[in-house]
Each structure stands twice: as C-alpha cells, then as structure tokens.
T-cell receptor
C-alpha cells in the first residue's frame, strides 16, 4: 500500500549529539512536511519542501535542518539536540500545496538524555 | 493571525452513542478549508473529514459529519454510533485557500469511548 514511512519509530540520543530522522513516501507527492508535536499539544510545522524548494517557518530554530535528496525521501537533522527537543516528529506529504489533504506518517518519538 | 480553538480538552462517550466535538476559528478570510484529523494512541494521524468554506452543505463521511456555521466560525464534528476504535485525539485544523499558508491546528480533544 502507498504510504508515508518514518524510521526509526523511536530514537534516543544524547544531549548535543546530532541525530537524523528519516521519512519516505510511496505516494509520489510533491510536498513533504516536518512537524514537531510535544506531549498533549498540536503539531507545529517546522518546514516543508515543495519539490526541491525548501520553506522554513520563521520560528523554526537553526538547530533544525532538512534535506530532500529525491521525491521519495526527506530527512530531519537536529544538529545539537537539547532537552527541549524531545518530542514526536511527524512527517506528512501532500500532492500539491497546503490545501491538498496531508497524509501523515506514524511519527518518530525522540528522547534526549 | 488565524487561530483554532477546541474548548473541550477531553470528552467521553458510550459505545454506540453520539458525541459532538467543538471547534471554533478566527479568520478574516472568506475562502478556506477546514479539517478534522484523528490521531489514535501510538498511531498515525489520519484525515477524518474536510470542508470547503464555499460549500454550504455540511461534509459527511459515513458516521462522521460536521456542522459548519460560517457566520459563527464554528466547525463541530459529530460522531454517530461511536465505536471503540474512535478513541483518539481529534484535531481541528484550518487552512486558507491561498495555498501558501500553513495548516493551523487546534490543541486537540481527547475522546474516550466507554464500552
């Protein structure tokens, strides 16, 4: 089945140790999004790619970076994770821009020790 | 700035009963989209229902329906014949039609379904 896949589902890292989260999709969608969701809160958009065009949200910390080497894959890099970065990270895709339905992956839960 | 308010942090319903989740939003736009997303525990978020603001007819998807009141800026979700699998966090979300603005989520309502 076509879907959005996130690996790993659970990631533990140490304070300050770089970590990369992965997202892949078989939907052939143009847009890929990364959201941060902290406990009992709504998802917060970090950035998105429309094809190769990167769009960063104004309040996304510089500590967060993203790469999209091809249509299918998108990565979230956290250069120096802090305790406050512990959260669920959701990847989503949509065929076109925001008004198209977004399809979410299962998320990666990041723990920072 | 657009905001979405879900005034019920938690709701509960008996299996087979009907429950309504509330959502209000604030916008000066006339054209936009509204969504309800469901996020079950430890599972991925999925779209429940979508409403285009220019459509007066309320969207319906099987047991899920909305009551869209544009003038009141209200977008409630009704779940009929509730099932145990409906237990989840439900997020209301708003999106301007322009296509260049991000999806604005409410804080969510946690729905418990009691057997």
């Amino acid at each position: 089945d076509a879907m959005v896949i996130q690996n790993p589902r659970y990631q533990v890292t140490q304070f300050g140790k770089p970590v990369t989260l992965s997202c892949s999709q078989t939907l052939n969608h143009n847009v890929m999004y990364w959201y941060q969701q902290k406990s009992s809160q709504a998802p917060k958009l970090l950035f998105h790619y429309y094809d190769k065009d990167f769009n960063n949200e104004a309040d996304t910390p510089d500590n967060f970076q993203s790469r999209r080497p091809n249509t299918s894959f998108c990565f979230l890099d956290i250069r120096s994770p802090g305790l406050g970065d512990a959260a669920m990270y959701l990847c989503a895709t949509s065929r076109g821009h925001f008004t198209d339905t977004q399809y979410f992956g299962p998320g990666t839960r990041l723990t920072v020790l | 700035a657009q905001t979405v308010t879900q005034s019920q942090p938690e709701m509960s319903v008996q299996e087979a009963e009907t429950v309504t989740l509330s959502c209000t939003y604030d916008t000066s736009e006339s054209d936009y989209y509204l969504f309800w997303y469901k996020q079950p525990p430890s599972r991925q978020m999925i779209l429940v229902i979508r409403q285009e603001a220019y459509k007066q007819q309320n969207a319906t998807e099987n047991r899920f329906s909305v009551n869209f009141q544009k003038a009141a800026k209200s977008f409630s979700l009704k779940i009929s014949d509730s099932q145990l699998g409906d237990a989840a966090m439900y997020f209301c979300a708003y999106q301007p039609q322009g296509g260049s603005e991000k999806l604005v989520f409410g804080k969510g309502t946690k729905l418990t379904v009691n057997p």
